[in-house]
């Protein structure tokens, strides 16, 4: 008679338990830094005063709405990879690698500059986890953390040219 299995249903994914576990480990990572800089946009996108509101504020909206998809396509790759998403309030503040953000700043630059350091914060966390994705040659997470790295160095360019003189 076949044995019914009792083992709940892992992963859609072929790659080792081992690796899934590292590259989920990684997208928390990254979920963690990636949930945080989500709030700081909002909060730069509602306290911005100056000349270049009318550009920056729309401008910070779209980087929000990125950040909210990009975060919620890492969560969803931790899970499918048979680990679970960690995203709470209280999570995520303990384990960012984002600078606080500084809540007075009202003047438009001042908010490109605290926003353009933060991305590259971001970026370089991505970075490190997609060489973890692909050291364990999960190549779909590649995929993702690569549409993430240039969709947020093109919003890096965005604010780094809003700088130049
Ligand atoms: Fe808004």
Redesign the pocket.
């Known amino acids: 008679m076949a044995q019914t299995s009792t083992r709940s249903y892992a992963s859609p994914s072929p790659l080792p338990e081992e690796a899934r576990q590292r590259v989920a480990a990684a997208l928390n990572e990254r979920l963690a830094d990636g949930l945080d800089l989500w709030t700081q946009v ?1 909060v730069a ?2 306290n911005i005063k100056g000349p270049h509101f009318a550009g920056l ?1 729309p401008l910070f ?1 779209t980087f929000a709405v990125d950040l909210a998809n990009r975060n919620d396509e890492i969560a969803e790759r931790a899970v499918t990879l048979g680990a679970l998403a960690y995203g709470t309030a209280r999570h995520v503040a303990g384990r960012s690698r984002i600078a606080e953000y500084p809540q007075e700043t009202t003047r438009d630059l001042e908010h490109v500059k605290l926003l353009a350091d933060r991305f590259e914060t971001y970026l370089e966390g991505v970075r490190d986890s997609r060489r973890v994705a692909e050291e364990a040659k999960d190549i779909d997470t590649v995929d993702l953390l690569t549409e993430t790295i240039s969709t947020f160095e093109k919003h890096t360019w965005f604010l780094r040219a809003s700088l130049e003189r």
């Open positions: 909002k996108h509602w504020h909206e």
